[in-house]
């Protein structure tokens, strides 16, 4: 395209003047019209303005006239100059050459405007001549070329320049068309939409790129479209393979912004298209998730279980259809076909190879026969000339179910072939009465499989072995259903003998593999024995001799109104029930002086059971009584148990008082645990019969009797529970003729608890618990606590709510190590805690261990082991001076105690502390021990295994928490175990290494202006010991020295306190771990955490500050 351009032409006229002329003098016309020199704006009037005309190939010629109105010759020279244009300086051109004109002569000219860039187009006319005062003569002209507009339209609407979006509302999306034998012809419509001519530059006029699927079928007529003109064009989709077409149009043209006009076009080719459905849902092809809503999954299916049961079987229908707009071929052979597992089979073909277009259908079925057990899957294949999804693939699966036997007794599962029966699942039916008892246990079959479990045996539970045994109930069914259906059955267990019967309990089924189910019950058969004891003195059946000892002989009361009453125990140390048959169960004949007072139980359990019966004595005459007494029982060794008694009946009446001393309760106020035991003396001339105990109007109690030579002082005791508060006791002594003597007493109760302290102790030690430490009980108030015993375990009674301080202290060669038991609410400090008695017995346990800092691993550090070790915030803590710090400290092995310092965030903060044995360590706050030591705002708290000391630093920022931790950690090395000889000099005695500390590259990214581009530097010296020291200079000129050790791994973590530039603090710090290794090629020692923290500087402005920013997060080295 050529540049726009002014064309200048220039026509002499010579005119003959008179010779007096001295000097010429300029005018410039144009259309008649005077032009003054550096006229304004072009006029069209003077031709300056050349109006419009068409940018391709129209043009505006203008003559303008040179005058010369003085005496002189007039010369010079014409050019265009300064033409501009905001697009091509090309378009500014210099005019035609010089001119002669004699005085009073004239000249024309003529500038042609040819434009081929739009816009104004401006320039300006310099004559530069030799008139003295206008020898630059000049004026502005302009003109404007008017452009073409192409617009290309689709079915009405504008289709964009370089549109890559095709669409169906333009006609650029020519839709889905079948291929082979569908096409699509969309027609298009160029236009010009302004003044310029517009001219199709390109051959062909209308260009394809891309798919060959479309072609131009009719290109433009036109190739010149004047303005507002138009022409169109057609375009073909013609597809011949399935799938996504496009292509991009392109008219080359003279429109100056638009050549070429491009724009994308598409279609789809539309083949068949499968698709598979199971139940109404789609499946996707390459499904390899079954699913039972598509039938893809047939789920729980039974096996063939080899007992002549029909096979379980189950079959689904599945649809092939065809959306596309061509018919669907299915090609394979056969039509669908199945791989993978066998119990899946295509037991249905479609009907027809060919799925008509547009929604057709053919369907097929697949049976899944399953032969174990288990979950199987298999692949459905389906051939077709779909090019997209051939073949059409899916998954099936499905499970084999079998039944699956499960007894259950007591709730308790039962294992096949079970040959120890047990209480749990009731198949030990225990002891049982011969003769006299059954037991009967009810179990129960359960399915836990998926397909139906049959009872098959005749009778469905058979029992073999001891007759004793018997199935009293059949299942009710012989089915049972599948996934936890239960059935039960019941047996019977009716020993004949005093032995123990087994059996087997067996159940066919068709559980393949556990069939039959079997088990073993066992049961014994048992029989009760009696025995009879009075005054806690055996009694022999047939007993004929009444003695005092077992209270068969009741000694002397007075006839007419004394009375004795003595109380016999019926035992039964057999195996079995006893039972008391009788009517009554306790018989007495002979002397009616006799009564039984009250009748035992009718029954008594075995294994020492017993029950209670009391005769009473009250003589009508004077001598002796005789009685026999009867008990009959079931019991085989004394069916009728019988022994004789007698009592005198004295002459004289008995009219004295018995005595009576109440020991406790003492005193009007009373502090003590529950129950309260009651205590005293009672006496009597003859017996004492009985001491009666009544607490506030309640029920009489009967106190237990003491043994005594002599009846007139005979001890008592008896528990109570009195209420706390106010409390009447009224104890009551009877001798045999009904005397009586009382004492009443009114006491205060206070409930005191126990407070039980145990100490924990090496086995060793068990029998001499102080060797490993003490446990010191103290009340804060004396009188609420009150020692019971001591030793270990120590007890107290102590009032609820009395602050009770436990102190610990261990003995040489122990440490103390943690507290079991300790009520809720408890303050613990170490080995020191303080808590309130609670209303609750109360159990303590002190713990002590053997020291482990004297022996082991620890020993071996030495007598004052020292550990150091870096702190370093966690990924959720911002990294800062504030949040980095070290710890120092050095432990005394003998008593497990700690001292040492912490720095960070400028600040020394010292400790000192305890280890204890569980690798807990407590710090020394104020006069008390805690788990956390406070400092600004923060809290340290350590821990301790044989590595080293387990460190935390937490505190909370906005309601944020922040952690820092590390590891301090005992030096590797010593004088008796010296660093190895790589890495010391020749000697072995240290190492030299020089370190570089330069900056790397940052994470995040930090400008290069914000940091020193330099290496710092720094010498190391290794002593054999295992000692480091480090002096050196960062990079900004800081010097820094650090002292250090290895720890395992050869590994010296470094600390450094830097101060604050141009401030008194020390808000800055290095650190970093020092790797040893002298494997690598290039280093010895080397560092992948190093961190330099500075401030920003406290130095005042005007002052020269390098880096005056600093980097309080961290520069990495």
């Known amino acids: 395209m050529n540049p726009p351009r002014f064309l200048l032409a220039a026509t002499a006229f010579m005119l003959a003047l008179p010779a007096y002329s001295q000097s010429p003098e300029i005018s410039v016309s144009g259309n008649g019209q005077n032009i003054s020199n550096m006229a304004g704006p072009p006029s069209l009037g003077d031709y300056r303005d050349f109006g419009s005309t068409d940018m391709n190939g129209g043009t505006v010629t203008r003559t303008f006239t040179i005058h010369n109105s003085g005496t002189d010759l007039l010369f010079g020279d014409i050019m265009i100059l300064n033409y501009t244009h905001t697009r091509d300086t090309s378009y500014f051109i210099n005019g035609p050459t010089g001119f002669t004109i004699d005085p009073g002569g004239m000249v024309n000219f003529t500038v042609t405007f040819d434009p081929s860039e739009p816009y104004l187009n401006n320039a300006e006319i310099l004559i530069i001549n030799n008139d003295d005062d206008e020898a630059n003569f000049f004026f502005f002209i302009s003109g404007y070329g008017e452009p073409p507009d192409i617009v290309v339209n689709g079915n009405g609407m504008e289709i964009a320049d370089g549109d890559t979006t095709p669409s169906m509302t333009d006609h650029t999306d020519f839709g889905n068309v079948a291929v082979d034998d569908g096409t699509v012809t969309r027609v298009f419509a160029v236009n010009n939409f302004d003044l310029g001519t517009l001219h199709l530059t390109g051959s062909p006029r209308v260009a394809l790129s891309g798919s060959s699927a479309f072609r131009v079928t009719s290109q433009p007529v036109l190739a010149t479209l004047g303005s507002f003109g138009s022409t169109e064009f057609e375009i073909t989709f013609d597809p011949s393979e399935p799938g996504l077409a496009t292509a991009t149009v392109s008219i080359a043209n003279d429109d100056y912004y638009k050549n070429p006009y491009t724009f994308v076009i598409s279609g789809v080719g539309d083949g068949p298209k499968i698709a598979v459905s199971g139940k109404g849902v789609n499946i996707s092809n390459n499904d390899v998730i079954p699913s039972e809503s598509d039938g893809t999954d047939f789920g729980n299916v039974a096996v063939t279980n080899g007992m002549e049961e029909t096979d379980g079987t189950l079959t689904n229908i599945f649809t092939i259809s065809n959306s596309g707009m061509v018919e669907l071929k299915l090609t394979g052979n056969p039509l669908v076909s199945v791989s993978g597992d066998t119990a899946f089979s295509v037991s249905g073909q479609p009907l027809s190879s060919t799925v008509a ?48 036997i499960n007894l259950i007794g007591n709730g308790a599962d039962i294992a096949n072939g079970d040959v120890t029966p047990s209480n749990l699942d009731d198949t030990d039916f225990g002891k049982v009465d011969v003769d006299d008892d059954t037991t009967i246990r009810t179990f129960t079959i359960q399915n836990s499989g998926l397909a139906t479990l049959e009872l098959t045996g005749t009778p469905p539970v058979a029992l073999s072995g001891s007759s004793a045994f018997t199935v009293t109930t059949q299942p009710a069914s012989s089915s049972v259903e599948a996934e936890g259906g239960m059935v039960s059955f019941a047996v019977t267990y009716d020993p004949g003998s005093e032995d123990t019967d087994e059996a087997v309990v067996s159940i066919a089924s068709n559980d393949d593999d556990e069939t039959p189910f079997t088990f073993s019950i066992k049961g014994e058969g048992v029989k009760p024995r009696i025995s009879l004891s009075g005054n806690g003195v055996n009694i022999v059946n047939g007993d004929v001799i009444p003695g005092l000892l077992d209270n068969t002989d009741f000694g002397g009361t007075p006839a007419v109104g004394g009375i004795l009453s003595r109380t016999f125990t019926i035992h039964n140390p057999g195996e079995g029930t006893l039972k008391l048959t009788g009517n009554p169960r306790v018989a007495i004949s002979g002397s009616n002086a006799f009564v039984v007072f009250g009748q035992p139980t009718a029954t008594v359990e075995p294994d020492n059971g017993s029950t209670f019966f009391s005769i009473t004595f009250n003589p009508a005459l004077e001598g002796i009584a005789n009685a026999m007494v009867s008990i009959a029982s079931n019991a085989e060794n004394s069916p009728l148990f019988s022994f004789a008694i007698q009592g005198t009946g004295t002459g004289l009446p008995d009219t004295k008082k018995p005595t009576l001393k109440l020991v406790t309760p003492a005193g009007k106020m009373v502090s003590a645990a529950l129950p309260l035991t009651v205590a005293g003396v009672a006496g009597d001339n003859v017996a004492v019969d009985r001491v009666e105990v009544v607490l506030n109007g309640g029920a009489p109690l009967l106190a237990d009797l003491g043994a005594s030579s002599k009846p007139t002082a005979v001890p008592f005791t008896a528990q109570i529970l009195p209420v ?232 909370s920022v906005n309601a944020v928490n922040h952690l820092s931790a590390g590891k301090a950690r005992p030096p590797l090395y010593s004088k008796t175990r010296p660093v190895r000889g790589a890495l010391l000099d020749a000697k072995g005695s240290q190492g030299y290494y020089t370190l570089a500390l330069p900056a790397v590259e940052q994470s995040p990214a930090r400008p290069a202006a914000e940091f020193p581009q330099g290496a710092g530097h720094a010498g190391l010296t290794l002593l054999g010991a295992g000692t480091l020291k480090l002096a050196g200079m960062l990079a900004e000129g800081t010097k820094v020295t650090a002292a250090a050790y290895l720890v395992a791994g050869d590994a010296a973590e470094v600390f450094v306190v830097l101060p604050t530039p141009g401030g008194k603090t020390k808000a800055g710090s290095l650190l970093g771990t020092l790797i040893f290794d002298e494997t690598p090629a290039d280093s010895d020692v080397s560092s992948a955490d190093m961190t330099w923290f500075r401030p920003a500087a406290q130095t005042k402005p005007e002052t020269a500050q390098a880096y005056r920013s600093g980097w309080p997060g961290g520069l990495a080295l």
């Open 357 to 404: 277009a547009e929604g057709g259908t053919v369907s097929f079925a697949i049976t899944f026969d399953p032969e174990i057990d288990d979950t199987v899957s298999a692949l459905v294949s389906i051939a077709s000339d779909d090019q997209d999804k051939n073949p059409f693939v899916f998954a099936v699966s499905g499970t084999g179910t079998v039944p699956e």
């Open 724 to 955: 706390v508060g106010d409390n009447t006791l009224v104890v009551t002594v009877y001798d045999p003729s009904g005397n009586s003597t009382s004492v009443t007493r009114v006491f205060t109760f206070e409930r005191r608890y126990l407070l039980t302290l145990v100490r924990a102790v090496p086995a060793a030690l068990e029998a001499a618990p102080d060797k490993a430490g003490t446990l010191s009980p103290k009340a804060a108030v004396a009188k609420n606590a009150t020692a019971l015993t001591k030793g270990n375990p120590q007890a107290s009674q102590v009032l609820p709510g009395t602050l009770m301080t436990l102190t610990a202290a261990a003995k040489t060669g122990h440490i103390f190590s943690h507290w079991t038991g300790l009520p809720e609410g408890t303050q613990v400090h170490g080995n020191v805690v303080v808590f309130a008695m609670p209303e609750a017995d109360t159990n303590v346990r002190a713990v002590f261990v053997a020291n482990p800092f004297i022996q082991g691993a620890f020993a071996a550090l030495g007598p004052k082991p020292l550990f150091q070790g870096l702190l370093r915030p966690d990924e959720e803590t911002p990294s800062g001076n504030d949040t980095v710090g070290f710890l120092s400290a050095a432990l005394v092995p003998a008593k497990g105690s700690l001292s040492g310092k912490l720095w960070m965030d400028g600040l020394v903060v010292a400790f000192t502390g305890a280890l204890h044995g569980d690798g807990s360590v407590w710090l020394k706050s104020g006069a008390l021990l805690a788990s956390k030591l406070p400092f600004a705002g923060r809290e340290l708290a350590l821990t301790w295994d044989e590595s080293g000391l387990a460190m935390s630093v937490t505190r």
